[in-house]
């Protein structure tokens, strides 16, 4: 009988549910029907958990200022403290699934998990080790790691550094990348964008995430862009959609207005850049597919390292105005390319598309062995 991985993940932003994706199917690929996806707080209160989503996306697209003083609040010791104390009923069902599950071992995508887990290890209800994919880059928020785990996965060195100075013990980090669908690892060099220094023309996506600021008037500016091919996702924004459409009939050349899709992986990699937030999922799948990115807006807290990333590597750039979006592309496409070849140049030390397969490697290895004191690996001095 193969372990059982329980994957534990919550709706609070969409990388942490598609980090949780692909090492499911990361770990069935490397053991058939060992890994399960598990949401907590979905399950504990699923009424409590759509009503404290949608403020937390009120809070994000509607008051970020707001969102960063609560965001540093989290970084506070004292908010784990109080947090498991509120998480009663979480408590409870995470307990309860551990005990019908019975995993080999337990990853989380999703930061609150830690200090449950290590609540239920103290009462020694747990015996399986613990570890940490971590879905932020630069500003990761301490809750990731003053419970401590068994090991945390980071994305890039970068984050491996701050955490590092925080304390962390080196000997448990691991820096293997995002872990983004097998699309990109199994499409390497199959699917493919045209050559700029070839004459091709230059192929744009737009990502309209919930709560993007100026999408209508950065997507006709886009669309009056004759020379380049544009795709526009709007996801469930219907009205926009119908505008665009609209607006797309009028061009020279054919553009995508596209409603809600799950292409995203083969739309970054045949376009030359991608237009968005700097959301973790999408931040992190452009990497995956060596696509460019120019961020047009950054949510206070967990999406500035996101864009800090990009920036510190010279891989994309920052412009949250429809007319700096337009130049910013204009400049980068200029002489053939050259800008955009730098940008493309300068994610290939990021690019990591085969982590799950690796994190999954690494934590069913971890079993097998037996190795490991859980819950340990945060210094004294960092708690």
């Not at 990388?15 to 979905?42: K, M, Q, S, Y």
Request: some cysteine.
């Amino acid at each position: 009988m193969e372990p059982r991985i329980l994957i534990m993940t919550a709706g609070y932003g969409e990388g942490h549910n598609a980090a949780a994706r692909a090492l499911v199917a990361a770990f069935n690929e490397e053991a058939p029907g060992t890994a399960l996806a598990v949401d907590i707080f979905a399950l504990s209160c699923p009424r409590l958990n759509s009503i404290v989503r949608r403020a937390y996306l009120a809070a994000i697209n509607g008051t970020p200022r707001l969102w960063k003083h609560v965001y540093a609040w989290m970084d506070r010791p004292a908010f784990m403290t109080r947090g498991v104390r509120m998480l009663g009923a979480q408590s409870r069902m995470l307990a309860a699934v551990i005990e019908r599950e019975r995993p080999a071992a337990i990853c989380s995508t999703f930061p609150a998990y830690a200090a449950l887990l290590q609540k239920l290890s103290r009462e020694g209800r747990l015996r399986a080790p613990h570890f940490n994919i971590v879905t932020d880059s630069i500003s990761i928020n301490s809750i990731w790691w003053r419970p401590g785990c068994d090991g945390w996965f980071v994305p890039n060195e970068d984050s491996a550094q701050v955490m590092r100075a925080a304390g962390v013990d080196a000997s448990r980090l691991h820096v293997t990348g995002f872990p983004v669908t097998s699309f990109f690892r199994r499409n390497e060099g199959i699917v493919s964008r045209p050559r700029l220094a070839d004459g091709a023309a230059p192929r744009v996506l737009y990502i309209v995430n919930s709560g993007t600021q100026h999408a209508e008037a950065t997507a006709r500016l886009l669309l009056a862009e004759e020379d380049w091919e544009i795709t526009c996702t709007v996801g469930r924004d219907k009205s926009l959609h119908r505008a665009l459409l609209a607006s797309a009939v009028k061009r020279r050349r054919q553009a995508g207005i596209l409603g809600w899709t799950d292409q995203i992986p083969r739309l970054l990699m045949t376009h030359h850049v991608v237009v968005s937030k700097a959301g973790g999922a999408t931040t992190q799948e452009a990497i995956a597919a060596r696509c460019p990115m120019i961020v047009n807006q950054v949510v206070p807290g967990q999406e500035e390292g996101n864009c800090e990333l990009l920036l510190r590597h010279r891989a994309g750039a920052l412009a949250t105005t429809p007319k700096s979006v337009l130049e910013t592309l204009r400049a980068a496409f200029s002489d053939r390319g050259r800008a955009w070849e730098g940008w493309r140049s300068a994610l290939e030390p990021l690019c990591r598309p085969d982590a799950a397969r690796v994190i999954a490697a690494h934590v069913l290895a971890h079993v097998s062995r037996g190795a490991g004191e859980p819950f340990a690996g945060l210094s004294a001095a960092a708690r």
